[in-house]
């Protein structure tokens, strides 16, 4: 079967999903390999990145206030949410969310362990939100002086987010984790940047535009409310981080690590499978 899915590439441009599962498993190896001081760097660096979005999306709001018809100014938005996205997936830092699927396959697959997962998520999880935190505070002090953002666009975007129930909110959240672990999954199967940067952008879009809570990016989002304004309150931010991270990290799971694992093992040999290698040691 390696060798018709090969050939299956070559003929219609597409890679095969053993061989995008092959290679999935092989990043996710490597990320779980990886010391946990890289990883660190890398998530912080993601987290102060993938701030750019929520910032363009508070210049957007005070740009276009009442200038425009909502439909245009909500799309306009979430095309600046999408930008801190392809900074961030394009410069290969490590995103929580991203690995809500990724690092899981290698346990699937047998070859890494639970606690092995756990120091990723553990790691890049603080780091993302460290960054986050550090590019909210710095954000909230330059751009209102810069006329370029106001306290009550910060507000506003954050609002959004913290207004709804917990239950809706980790619901809601399910949604945007499942979009980001499709988001992996087409990433790598796409074969050039110019694919890459269309399917974060359609992906992060969506995301923006259905307001749905990504735990990194809302992070952001909320404390540069909480920054600045009154209304977002510390039980709001806390309240919302735990409710989208459950959510993000279910949709990203059970949605899409364990049904495309599953779909794609029960159609595959064994042998090719096996092209993943095994690590040395695994934890």
Known sequence: MASSSSSTDQADGLKSYENIL???????????????????????????????????????????????PKPVTELLMANMYSIGFIFVILGRSELFTEHTTLAVLPVLDRRASLVSLGRLWLVVFVANILGGAVFAAFA??????????????????????????????????????????????????????????????????????????????????????????????AFDYGRFLLAATLGNAVGGVFFVALLKYGHVTRNTDSEEMETAPKPADSE
Do not use: Y
């Open 22 to 68: 092959v290679e999935q498993i092989n990043i996710g190896l490597a990320e779980l390999q990886r010391p946990a001081s890289g990883l660190f760097l890398s998530g912080l660096s993601a987290g102060l990145d993938i701030g750019f979005g929520p910032l363009l999306m508070a210049v957007m709001t005070g740009l276009m206030s009442g200038s425009l």
């Open 140 to 233: 909230v002090a330059i751009a209102p002086k810069l006329g370029i953002a106001h306290a009550a666009a910060f507000a506003e975007i954050a609002g959004a987010l913290v207004k709804h129930d917990f239950w809706v909110l980790v619901g809601s959240g399910v949604f945007a984790g499942w979009l980001m672990g499709l988001l992996s999954w087409l990433v790598t199967a796409a074969r050039d940047t110019v694919s890459r940067v269309l399917i974060i952008w359609i992906v992060t879009t969506a995301i923006g535009l259905a307001h749905l809570p990504h735990s990194i990016a809302g992070n952001v989002e909320v404390l540069m409310g909480l920054f600045l304004s009154p209304e977002i309150t």
